[in-house]
């Protein structure tokens, strides 16, 4: 909702995640590094952008994207039409993918150092499809209720058999891109279609169903892509490949200075608007020319849309001036010291709090503790998806730094993946797969990317093309395990949701009272002789609270009512005025009588209503009466006509 006080929360919000993020640079410039950076000033400017950016940018996917997603998936499904649906799918992922900048980054980082072998825009269109093809097959499953994990556990056997063909120079870059294809727009808006299409479908749980189209479009580019460097790598002649420049101080330093200018914002906005215009048309198109339908609340979601813009374009530009120039430098100041572990704990570090700060998470996190009804809590599985980006781009780092083959390890790590998701509860199993697309966004790719061809630069022995990619696999990967941890441990401890735990509540309750009104085993002595009997027989005692002038009244309503015997208390009571000054009203004299009788449950209907009436206890009359069931009755007399 558009208001000041959704903002307020969400910059608060933000300013908590950014602050990881901050303890790990200063920790490591000041306690590592020993050494204050030039441009702190511009660092702390450009983190406050970051916040500020992120807060706005939820605030936009809150009022434009996932309202207006959610709503066309609920009108294809309703539509019925199978075939404009999985075109929706496919235009969406193409559209939104051919235009990711993570991926032109790295597109063309791939081909300035494959000697021209790999094309920059070839590769984003086989990515772009390879994501548009994921999301048909993730519609697909959602409409015929596939369960997910057989999808992607032969998606995994594809990969590892792609790779077994695949050249050296193609694997590592072709894991990356599994990665870098969910972009901070994608993401919610893919996950508002799976949703939007999972909840309207009769049969289908949101939950279960609803997840898994971020995990498609992760997966297929890795297959995609080896498929791609196949044909590239067999049907390209072999030429000089040139050696990717070693990241020097001065390289370093002059990558920190961030050109901070008008013209400057004017692109960054413009390239912005540039990755949300094919989305905005894609939606805009099948609305009004196949749906033929107005989109409601459109100034929202425009102004949503706008939002999206100008928080993503702050986001962006906080990142350069705060981040991504610190980032840069240390980088190449960490491969000067003598010492692995420096490396390998500033890759951890760096990896949480990247994570915890990345938008794209956010947002599906608050979607999947929405539609899970508080059974997932958000923040924390947050915390889980940053632990498992933090493990991965560790192991990541060691495996540039000691060598060793990619594939080894991410195929160690799809086996782990693999068991879990026959252990892990079933409505863990989709989120889970969907992190691993999630992590690897705007705030993650760049730096990571850095880190791994900084690395691989600077020790001696290692190839960038080969070994430099990689890091952002292992960042997609390693969430898949942590997250079904995750749903192992809130399974174990027995974490329920609120509608779970408001049932558990109301169960509880029944079960309470079917105890207490199950016929208790009562021994009841007969009038008029010297019997007594053990009936499994249920009690209630009422209570008939008047003035002790009411008394003989209250005794005859009762009587004619059924009740059989009468205990009479004295009361002395006071009502709301006096509470306010009741310390000299303490020791009154009495005025009340309390009448208790104890009954057949199936009688105190009979007596309280008579007691009303003939009182007018809810009208001009005064007193009070009320029941409550008892068990284990001994030496209550009754008439044998009673019994």
């Given at each position: 909702?558009?208001?000041?006080?959704?903002?307020?929360?969400?910059?608060?919000?933000?300013?908590?995640?950014?602050?990881?993020?901050?303890?790990?640079?200063?920790?490591?410039?000041?306690?590592?590094?020993?050494?204050?950076?030039?441009?702190?000033?511009?660092?702390?400017?450009?983190?406050?952008?970051?916040?500020?950016?992120?807060?706005?940018?939820?605030?936009?996917?809150?009022?434009?994207?996932?309202?207006?997603?959610?709503?066309?998936?609920?009108?294809?499904?309703?539509?019925?039409?199978?075939?404009?649906?999985?075109?929706?799918?496919?235009?969406?992922?193409?559209?939104?993918?051919?235009?990711?900048?993570?991926?032109?980054?790295?597109?063309?980082?791939?081909?300035?150092?494959?000697?021209?072998?790999?094309?920059?825009?070839?590769?984003?269109?086989?990515?772009?499809?390879?994501?548009?093809?994921?999301?048909?097959?993730?519609?697909?499953?959602?409409?015929?209720?596939?369960?997910?994990?057989?999808?992607?556990?032969?998606?995994?056997?594809?990969?590892?058999?792609?790779?077994?063909?695949?050249?050296?120079?193609?694997?590592?870059?072709?894991?990356?891109?599994?990665?870098?294809?969910?972009?901070?727009?994608?993401?919610?808006?893919?996950?508002?279609?799976?949703?939007?299409?999972?909840?309207?479908?009769?049969?289908?749980?949101?939950?279960?169903?609803g997840f898994g189209l971020i995990a498609f479009a992760s997966l297929t580019p890795?297959?995609?892509?080896?498929?791609?460097?196949?044909?590239?790598?067999?049907?390209?002649?072999?030429?000089?490949?040139?050696?990717?420049?070693?990241?020097?101080?001065?390289?370093?330093?002059?990558?920190?200075?961030?050109?901070?200018?008008?013209?400057?914002?004017?692109?960054?906005?413009?390239?912005?608007?540039?990755?949300?215009?094919?989305?905005?048309?894609?939606?805009?198109?099948?609305?009004?020319?196949?749906?033929?339908?107005?989109?409601?609340?459109?100034?929202?979601?425009?102004?949503?849309?706008?939002?999206?813009?100008?928080?993503?374009?702050?986001?962006?530009?906080?990142?350069?001036?705060?981040?991504?120039?610190?980032?840069?430098?240390?980088?190449?100041?960490?491969?000067?010291?003598?010492?692995?572990?420096?490396?390998?704990?500033?890759?951890?570090?760096?990896?949480?709090?990247?994570?915890?700060?990345?938008?794209?998470?956010?947002?599906?996190?608050?979607?999947?503790?929405?539609?899970?009804?508080?059974?997932?809590?958000?923040?924390?599985?947050?915390?889980?998806?940053?632990?498992?980006?933090?493990?991965?781009?560790?192991?990541?780092?060691?495996?540039?730094?000691?060598?060793?083959?990619?594939?080894?390890?991410?195929?160690?790590?799809?086996?782990?993946?693999?068991?879990?998701?026959?252990?892990?509860?079933?409505?863990?199993?989709?989120?889970?797969?969907?992190?691993?697309?999630?992590?690897?966004?705007?705030?993650?790719?760049?730096?990571?990317?850095?880190?791994?061809?900084?690395?691989?630069?600077?020790?001696?022995?290692?190839?960038?093309?080969?070994?430099?990619?990689?890091?952002?696999?292992?960042?997609?990967?390693?969430?898949?395990?942590?997250?079904?941890?995750?749903?192992?441990?809130?399974?174990?401890?027995?974490?329920?949701?609120?509608?779970?735990?408001?049932?558990?509540?109301?169960?509880?309750?029944?079960?309470?009272?079917?105890?207490?009104?199950?016929?208790?085993?009562?021994?009841?002595?007969?009038?008029?002789?010297?019997?007594?009997?053990?009936?499994?027989?249920?009690?209630?005692?009422?209570?008939?609270?008047?003035?002790?002038?009411?008394?003989?009244?209250?005794?005859?309503?009762?009587?004619?009512?059924?009740?059989?015997?009468?205990?009479?208390?004295?009361?002395?009571?006071?009502?709301?005025?006096?509470?306010?000054?009741?310390?000299?009203?303490?020791?009154?004299?009495?005025?009340?009588?309390?009448?208790?009788?104890?009954?057949?449950?199936?009688?105190?209907?009979?007596?309280?209503?008579?007691?009303?009436?003939?009182?007018?206890?809810?009208?001009?009359?005064?007193?009070?009466?009320?029941?409550?069931?008892v068990s284990h009755i001994k030496g209550l007399r009754l008439k044998i006509d009673?019994?």
């Amino acid at each position: 909702m558009l208001n000041l006080k959704t903002f307020l929360q969400l910059l608060k919000e933000s300013f908590r995640d950014l602050l990881p993020i901050v303890l790990v640079i200063m920790f490591f410039q000041l306690a590592i590094i020993q050494s204050i950076p030039d441009n702190w000033l511009s660092t702390a400017i450009g983190l406050t952008i970051v916040g500020v950016g992120l807060a706005v940018f939820l605030l936009g996917l809150e009022v434009g994207i996932f309202p207006v997603g959610e709503g066309l998936a609920s009108d294809f499904a309703h539509k019925g039409s199978t075939v404009w649906i999985l075109l929706f799918g496919f235009m969406i992922g193409f559209g939104t993918t051919v235009a990711e900048p993570a991926l032109i980054v790295i597109a063309q980082k791939a081909a300035s150092i494959s000697a021209g072998r790999i094309d920059a825009t070839t590769l984003r269109m086989v990515v772009a499809f390879s994501v548009g093809f994921a999301i048909v097959l993730g519609v697909w499953r959602i409409i015929k209720g596939h369960p997910i994990h057989y999808y992607i556990i032969s998606g995994y056997v594809l990969v590892v058999a792609a790779t077994a063909f695949a050249p050296r120079e193609i694997v590592g870059l072709a894991y990356d891109l599994g990665g870098v294809t969910t972009s901070t727009v994608t993401v919610p808006l893919v996950a508002a279609l799976g949703i939007g299409l999972a909840s309207t479908i009769k049969g289908r749980n949101p939950v279960l169903d609803g997840f898994g189209l971020i995990a498609f479009a992760s997966l297929t580019p890795m297959i995609f892509v080896q498929i791609y460097g196949i044909i590239v790598y067999n049907f390209i002649d072999i030429g000089h490949i040139p050696q990717f420049a070693p990241i020097t101080e001065e390289v370093a330093t002059a990558a920190a200075e961030y050109n901070f200018s008008l013209i400057e914002i004017l692109k960054g906005l413009v390239g912005v608007v540039m990755d949300v215009a094919p989305i905005l048309a894609i939606i805009l198109f099948f609305q009004y020319i196949i749906l033929k339908k107005p989109i409601e609340n459109l100034k929202q979601v425009l102004i949503g849309f706008g939002l999206v813009i100008l928080g993503l374009d702050a986001f962006i530009v906080g990142l350069e001036m705060g981040l991504f120039s610190v980032g840069e430098m240390m980088a190449y100041e960490l491969t000067q010291y003598d010492n692995n572990i420096i490396i390998y704990s500033f890759g951890f570090f760096i990896g949480f709090s990247t994570t915890m700060a990345e938008p794209s998470l956010t947002a599906i996190a608050r979607k999947a503790k929405e539609i899970s009804d508080g059974k997932i809590n958000d923040f924390v599985l947050r915390l889980f998806v940053a632990l498992g980006v933090a493990i991965g781009i560790s192991l990541g780092a060691y495996r540039i730094v000691v060598g060793g083959e990619i594939v080894y390890y991410i195929m160690a790590g799809y086996l782990f993946v693999i068991v879990l998701t026959f252990l892990a509860p079933k409505y863990i199993i989709p989120i889970a797969y969907d992190s691993g697309g999630v992590t690897t966004s705007t705030v993650t790719v760049p730096l990571v990317a850095a880190i791994g061809l900084g690395l691989a630069t600077n020790i001696p022995g290692r190839d960038p093309l080969i070994d430099g990619f990689g890091l952002i696999a292992f960042a997609s990967l390693f969430p898949m395990i942590t997250v079904m941890l995750y749903g192992l441990i809130t399974e174990r401890i027995g974490v329920k949701g609120e509608h779970e735990k408001e049932q558990l509540h109301m169960d509880e309750l029944r079960h309470a009272i079917e105890d207490v009104h199950n016929m208790q085993l009562a021994t009841i002595n007969v009038e008029g002789t010297d019997k007594s009997h053990s009936y499994e027989m249920s009690f209630s005692a009422v209570h008939v609270i008047v003035p002790k002038e009411k008394l003989e009244d209250a005794l005859l309503a009762a009587r004619e009512a059924g009740a059989r015997g009468v205990t009479i208390m004295d009361a002395h009571g006071m009502g709301l005025a006096e509470m306010e000054n009741f310390y000299n009203r303490l020791h009154a004299d009495v005025t009340d009588a309390n009448l208790m009788f104890i009954t057949k449950t199936k009688n105190v209907d009979r007596i309280i209503k008579e007691v009303l009436t003939k009182l007018d206890i809810t009208g001009e009359g005064q007193g009070l009466t009320f029941a409550y069931p008892v068990s284990h009755i001994k030496g209550l007399r009754l008439k044998i006509d009673d019994l």
